[in-house]
């Protein structure tokens, strides 16, 4: 985000470290919700927190939170179903998906993979599609997997397997078939679900 001469720069102050933060997308016009990935090195705790935004009168305040099994790698948010979606994976290589209230960002529910289903453990990184209906997940295993959402449960199935010998650290998503991956050394592979089987390109380069 670029700082204008005419931007203003407003401090809250928060007693954990904050590991990630995301935008809320929410119905109303008149809220805004931040999503915070917090940790607390005293009483070894990571959890999602949700704060509203107003800025006038300007305050930021704490609404809920969701304490999470293990430190927090990835955090991404998207709107699903007339609700608002938190995407988030963990050290431990489980995933969750926590479902706030469009209109306050109540958290309702939650729906998860557990730990060494998709990941062994290490860093995962995920990207959630606009809209909310699928996820992919990669991580320094070397494994691509690709969840489905629905209103109550997961659907999930691995795309790839490198067997550790490459390790993933970043994906986003192209279109709703294709997505790119970034890892150590190799630079980029491109993937598209239509041509199954691994990437289906690789741009090398001094990055």
């Known amino acids: 985000m670029a700082v204008t001469a005419n931007s203003e720069i407003h401090r809250f102050p928060q007693y954990k470290y904050i590991d990630a933060v995301r935008w809320l997308p929410v119905l109303s016009a008149f809220n805004r919700f931040a999503v915070l990935a917090t940790s607390d090195f005293d009483s070894n705790l990571s959890s999602i927190e949700i704060h509203s935004f107003k800025p006038n009168p300007l305050s930021f305040e704490f609404q809920s939170s969701w304490t ?4 927090i790698s990835s955090l991404k948010s998207s709107q699903f179903l007339q609700k608002s979606i938190i995407a988030t994976s963990t050290s431990s290589g489980s995933l969750h998906f926590l479902f706030a209230d469009s209109t306050d960002a109540r958290l ?23 809209g909310g209906v699928e996820c992919v997940t990669v991580g320094d295993d070397g494994r691509v997997n690709l969840v489905t959402v629905g209103d109550s449960n997961l659907n999930y199935r691995r795309l790839f397997d490198s067997g550790g010998l490459v390790s993933y650290t970043s994906v986003k998503w192209a279109s709703p078939v294709e997505f790119a991956t970034g890892g150590y050394g190799f630079g980029l592979h491109w993937w598209d679900q239509r041509k199954p089987g691994g990437p289906v390109s690789q741009f090398k380069g001094n990055w």
Do not use: Q, Y
């Open 68 to 71: 999470s099994p293990s430190p």
């Open 108 to 130: 309702l529910s939650e729906v998860s993979v557990p730990e060494n289903e998709l990941h062994l453990e290490g860093k995962c990184c995920i990207d959630l599609m606009d």
